[in-house]
């Protein structure tokens, strides 16, 4: 029997080359806007603060205001 995981959000595991499903989905919400990403189209995420992002400035922008806030 296979457990469908279309339109369920995952959760991950990351790491510095990848990421690690702990629990299955198809997506994930980006930690600051709150977008569905796809698995597929996940490229940015920080592994300190274990939080996906939909694109590379919103990453950016993210560790910047960790390191602000510190």
Known sequence: MLIAS???LATLQYGPNGFRIV???DHVL???TGAAIGLEELR???VARQEPYAT???SVQAA???I???
């Open 6 to 8: 279309r339109n369920r």
């Open 23 to 25: 629990s299955p989905g």
């Open 30 to 32: 980006c930690a600051v």
């Open 44 to 46: 940015y995420w920080s």
């Open 56 to 58: 590379a400035a919103i």
């Open 64 to 66: 910047l205001d960790d």
């Open 68 to 70: 602000r806030s510190a």
